[in-house]
């Protein structure tokens, strides 16, 4: 898989939109962004994936460049449970029954949030 | 709820003894997966099953640890003679396989492990 780049710390303001950005400038046509967050002492937490297009849900938006060699998650409206470590995780889209499966975890970007 | 869910969600044992952690996945998702992840890091992959098959081991996976998945429905990690190093948090995780390409793991609140 792709390796990722992401800041280590990012601090936002409650109530801005928080903007994560990745990098991933060698990934593939055939591989995912996804994007995971832990907030602390918990399981991660699936937040969005996309291929090329934007995409949008309940949680965030991720934007991905045109090149697709980096993106950016986008976190409308911050509040305080919003802070957490955020992962971008790049993985490769279906190839086979068997292999590849697994999530490689970078360290990630620790978000806080400020009141 | 739903979700995964670990047991226990926090285990203190002396060095030398066997541990098992449990994890029952999302109803009716056939893939499943453990992770290990110690302070600082992110996540790292142990092994994986898809039904009752383990498909994929680790290098992190030592011969005292061994994972089971017996009905395709839950899972136990076991690590035996337990040291210091196997200090860390547990995750378990599971998606739907399907002949698509997307698969969505969704992850379990971890059990943590310490090790005295």
């Known amino acids: 898989d792709a390796k990722t780049t992401q800041p280590t710390s990012m601090d936002c303001a409650e109530g801005r939109a928080a903007n994560l950005p990745c990098n991933h400038s060698t990934i593939s046509g055939n591989e995912y962004v996804y994007w995971y967050r832990q907030i602390h002492s918990q399981g991660p937490q699936y937040i969005i994936h996309?291929?090329?297009n934007n995409e949008t849900n309940e949680m965030a938006s991720l934007i991905i460049t045109e090149d697709r060699k980096s993106s950016t998650l986008i976190l409308p409206h911050a509040t305080l449970r919003d802070t957490a470590v955020y992962y971008c995780i790049v993985r490769l889209r279906f190839i086979s029954n068997f292999g590849n499966e697994k999530l490689t975890f970078g360290t990630g970007t620790r978000l806080t949030i400020i009141p | 709820d739903t979700g995964v869910s670990q047991d226990p969600r926090h285990k203190i044992t002396k060095r030398g003894q066997n541990v098992t952690f449990r994890c029952d996945p999302i109803s009716e998702h056939n893939r499943l997966y453990w992770y290990r992840q110690t302070l600082g890091q992110g996540p790292e992959f142990l092994t994986y099953?898809?039904?009752?098959?383990?498909?994929?081991k680790s290098r992190l996976l030592s011969d005292r640890f061994s994972a089971e998945r017996p009905k395709g429905s839950f899972s136990t990690l076991e690590i035996q003679r337990t040291e210091q190093g196997d200090s860390a948090m547990y995750l378990c995780?599971?998606?739907?396989?399907?002949?698509?390409?997307?698969?969505?793991?969704?992850f379990g609140p971890g059990t943590r492990l310490l090790v005295l």
């Open positions: 099953f898809q039904n009752e098959a383990q498909l994929e």
């Open positions: 996309g291929l090329k």
């Open positions: 995780a599971s998606s739907f396989r399907t002949s698509g390409s997307g698969e969505t793991q969704y």
